[in-house]
């Protein structure tokens, strides 16, 4: 399911990768906490966009904040057009589709959409998941977490 708001995501701190700013694609929102992807042409898209501007390429890693460039919003101010959108890569408690185990551990891990992650790059009824990082290991009380670098 997709994201419908912004989300904090529980997060173990690694070395912080290098960030971007990025525009988002006209027509696209994205939510703090999405799962974003980076387009082709440069421009950013929240995981699972069915319709991007151009093919995407690869993860930007997790929006800081949203951003809204769907030209409907009846906000003013920085959250409202193209951007700039400065996503973090690190490692993050993301929800599976289906439950990893420890022997999943260092496995890749896809884009189901803005909100999901699956260890499944191509689904029996889809096309193939762009990766967004590996399995780095699960909480005690089971929660996964995914290196996004």
């Given at each position: 399911?997709?994201?419908?708001?912004?989300?904090?995501?529980?997060?173990?701190?690694?070395?912080?990768?290098?960030?971007?700013?990025?525009?988002?694609?006209?027509?696209?929102?994205?939510?703090?906490?999405?799962?974003?992807?980076?387009?082709?042409?440069?421009?950013?898209?929240?995981?699972?966009?069915?319709?991007?501007?151009?093919?995407?390429?690869?993860?930007?890693?997790?929006?800081?904040?949203?951003?809204?460039?769907?030209?409907?919003?009846?906000?003013?101010?920085?959250?409202?057009?193209?951007?700039?959108?400065?996503?973090e890569k690190s490692c993050y408690g993301l929800p599976f589709d289906t439950a990893p185990t420890w022997a999943d551990v260092n496995k890749p891990v896809y884009a189901v959409d803005d909100e999901t992650v699956s260890l499944t790059e191509t689904p029996a009824s889809g096309?193939?998941?762009?990766?967004?990082?590996?399995?780095?290991?699960?909480?005690?009380?089971?929660?996964?977490?995914?290196?996004?670098?």
């Amino acid at each position: 399911m997709a994201l419908t708001k912004d989300r904090v995501l529980p997060e173990k701190k690694v070395s912080h990768a290098p960030e971007f700013p990025l525009a988002v694609a006209a027509g696209s929102r994205v939510f703090r906490g999405s799962i974003c992807m980076v387009c082709q042409d440069g421009s950013v898209v929240p995981a699972g966009t069915a319709a991007p501007p151009s093919p995407v390429v690869a993860c930007a890693g997790i929006a800081r904040h949203a951003q809204d460039n769907t030209g409907t919003s009846s906000v003013v101010g920085a959250q409202v057009g193209a951007g700039p959108l400065w996503c973090e890569k690190s490692c993050y408690g993301l929800p599976f589709d289906t439950a990893p185990t420890w022997a999943d551990v260092n496995k890749p891990v896809y884009a189901v959409d803005d909100e999901t992650v699956s260890l499944t790059e191509t689904p029996a009824s889809g096309s193939a998941r762009l990766q967004v990082g590996t399995l780095s290991g699960l909480e005690a009380d089971g929660t996964p977490y995914v290196l996004i670098a």
